[in-house]
Structure formats: C-alpha cells, structure tokens
C-alpha cells in the first residue's frame, strides 16, 4: 500500500537534525565523549545517539561529573544504562578535586559542590584529551544558553566568549580546533522541556523513577522544596514535612528543588508542563536563580 501522508513530524525534524549533529562530530573529531548524568536531557541525547550509529556501537565514551552528591535512584540508572549499552563510562569526581586541593568545598547553609564541577569538567576534558563534549543544554531554559550556538567553542581555558562565536549557516559547523581547544556541542539546542517529554513518550524510553511523583521528605527554602539528605545543610527555622513530589530536573541534591505533582505517568507530566509557564531551571535550580549576567559569567569560566 502507497503511503499516503508524507508530513514530518516536529518530533522527526528534531531527532534527525540531532542525528546529524552527532554523525557530524564522529566524523570531524578524533576524542568525542557525552556527558550522561542519567538525567532527561541526557536520556534523550543517548537515545539520538544510539539510532545515530545503529547497528554498530555508539563510538564515544559517557562522562559523568560527579559531585558525590547525587539522587540514589539516578546513579543506578546511569550505572545500569552504561551497562546495558556496554558503553565505556567516564566518571569525573568532584571529591577528587577536592581531595587533591584542586577547588575548596564550600561551607555554610547554601554550601554546594555545584559550581566546583567547572574544574573537575576542565580537568577531565584535558585528561582524556576530549575535543568535542556532548552537553543537553537547550535554549529554552535560560538567557544565556540561548545565545549558545550548536557548536560552541572553548579555548584552551575552556572559556566561552559570547562576542566571539562561529557563524553557523543552515547545518554546517565549524569543527576547526587547535590542540588544547575543545567544543560543547549541543544536539537538543532547538528542542524544548515539552519536546524531550514528547520524544519520551514516543520512543518509550525508560527514565529514573524520581521524574514521577512520589512521597519524599522535605523542607522549604526561597519558596523550593529541598529534599531532606544528609549533605544539605538545613537551619532550624526550615521544617521537615512528607509531601508528593516529582522532580522536573535532576542534579546535585544541595540545589535541585522538587515539585508539588500527582504526575505519574509521561502523559500526566506533558499536561502538567504544557499548563505552566516557568522553566524547569527556574522552578528547581536553586543556582540557576542568578541574573542572565552571572549564567552568562559562569559558562565563560568554563560551566556547562
């Protein structure tokens, strides 16, 4: 039987812009690697890359920033998933960093090894001589992304200059580096929270459970709800209550805030994202409730 719709989907011109993007760095790069934290974005990004260089293997290594401060039932889906995939998995860890006086562990209520993560990133880019880094940054969730291009340069400090990136025309990239230089590249760039959702429902893909709603013990703080661990500092004055939440993003536990929801299927998350206006960042990153300035200072320090 002829087909008789040949529509493409946003879903297709998105996964196959972002197939592209990858074929394009295994071709043009020598030391690839993709930063895979079990989170969504980065689920999504493996799943691309999987369809990109199937039947054969995905060509590069999985590279996680560990801050040591990490959601359980994350780090075993990320184990589990490298495994399952048989893929070489890099672990970067922040506590090394801090072991070897590289970055200094910060004190007090708000203390987090978040920002430490720009070092260990830097440092294990040189170690490994990686020269393209897949990142799952997208322009909806904040200014500063925004301005990022697909390919986004780095010197050899691992410095972003805004002012001075490379024109990209239709699909052509400039993959031109020296030795020490490196590139972010960012495969879901045009994608937003309501397409990675979408692409979950239709691939199917399996995701932590704490995406889902769940009873978990919190407290409030600047109108987030923290999550009640060990390595979070908490005042007196913060109380412990048992509430259900999910999680729209994952990250260090010091300052990643979950969310009041009954979502507990993909469906019920998608209605729940398309009814709201806030980004997940904005909702539940306590370090990313900074001024587009100080987003825009630190990726030029070298952060994600």
Request: net charge negative; proline share 3%; charged share 35%.
């Amino acid at each position: 039987m002829l087909q008789s719709d040949y529509t493409t989907s946003q879903l297709d011109v998105l996964e196959a812009e972002a197939i592209h993007i990858m074929r394009e760095v295994a071709a043009e790069f020598e030391r690839p690697c993709l930063l895979f934290s079990g989170g969504k974005d980065s689920i999504v990004m493996l799943r691309i890359a999987e369809k990109a260089f199937w039947p054969a293997p995905i060509p590069f290594p999985l590279m996680h920033v560990d801050t040591g401060h990490n959601f359980t039932e994350v780090i075993e889906f990320r184990d589990r998933r490298a495994t399952e995939l048989n893929a070489r998995l890099v672990i970067a860890s922040v506590q090394d960093s801090i072991d070897a006086g590289r970055v200094v562990e910060e004190t007090g209520r708000r203390a987090s090894r978040n920002r430490l993560q720009t070092t260990t990133l830097l440092d294990a880019i040189e170690e490994h001589e990686f020269d393209a880094v897949f990142g799952g940054a997208r322009r909806d969730e904040e200014k500063a992304r925004a301005k990022e291009r697909v390919f986004s340069f780095r010197d050899d400090f691992g410095q972003w200059d805004p002012k001075n990136q490379r024109p990209e025309l239709w699909n052509l990239y400039n993959a031109r580096i020296r030795k020490g230089e490196h590139i972010r590249v960012f495969p879901l760039s045009n994608w937003t929270e309501l397409d990675i959702w979408d692409y979950i429902r239709r691939e199917r893909i399996e995701i932590p459970s704490i995406y889902f709603a769940h009873t978990r013990k919190v407290f409030e703080r600047d109108g987030m709800l923290l999550a009640d661990e060990d390595v979070v500092n908490r005042d007196e004055d913060e109380p412990i209550f048992e509430t259900v939440v999910r999680y729209r993003t994952v990250g260090d536990i010091t300052c990643t805030g979950a969310v009041q929801s009954t979502a507990a299927t993909v469906e019920e998350i998608i209605a729940e994202i398309a009814a709201t206006r806030i980004t997940e960042r904005g909702a539940t990153r306590a370090d990313d409730r900074a001024s587009e300035a100080a987003m825009e200072d630190r990726k030029k320090e070298g952060y994600f």
